[in-house]
């Protein structure tokens, strides 16, 4: 018995730390607002940087740990220009979105998930469950880096180093 609930318990811990390498479709149907209002599908969102690396940093504007990350993420922007940053809002504020974006002087593709941190498609798909995240899109639209919560994540480092 217990030599069934050991490979039991590696089976699981093995499965669970498979970290997907695409989007599923519900995800990316989701729906965007751009800065504009203007409305998209996180699809269209990676389509407009195919062929090119992507980091996505998904926030808030009330997220103090977001905020904190703000001035290392700009030191990254410097240090890898070529990468395309996208930041993905969950606040469910859209006029707190757009202030934050200006207050701290976000430079990338700006949209948010008007649904919130806890409704949606692509939140679900990346079970979100804390703020900041970081994914790395690779330049196929592949999910090279699918989880870190801090820019200065090692594994975070290494996925935008390979695009030097």
Not at 29 to 55: P, S
Not at 94 to 115: E, T
Not at 128 to 143: F, H
Request: one cysteine or more.
């Amino acid at each position: 018995m217990r030599k069934i609930f050991l490979i039991l318990s590696i089976f699981l811990l093995i499965s669970c730390s498979d970290n997907p390498k695409q989007f599923s479709e519900e995800a990316l149907k989701d729906m965007v607002l751009t800065i504009d209002d203007a409305k998209m599908t996180f699809r269209e969102v990676l389509y407009k940087h195919k062929g090119e690396k992507i980091l996505i940093d998904v926030w808030a504007s009330w997220c103090k740990d977001c905020i904190v990350g703000f001035p290392e993420l700009k030191e990254l922007q410097k240090k890898f220009p070529k990468i395309k940053y996208v930041f993905l809002s969950v606040d469910r504020s859209n006029p707190s979105w757009k202030r934050a974006v200006k207050k701290y002087n976000l430079i990338g593709d700006q949209y948010n998930f008007p649904k919130g941190q806890n409704e949606g498609d692509f939140v679900d798909f990346i079970s979100l469950g804390w703020i900041p995240r970081y994914l790395v899109v690779d330049e196929k639209g592949g999910i090279e880096l699918f989880k870190a919560t801090k820019v200065t994540d090692k594994d975070l480092l290494k996925a935008l180093e390979k695009s030097k």
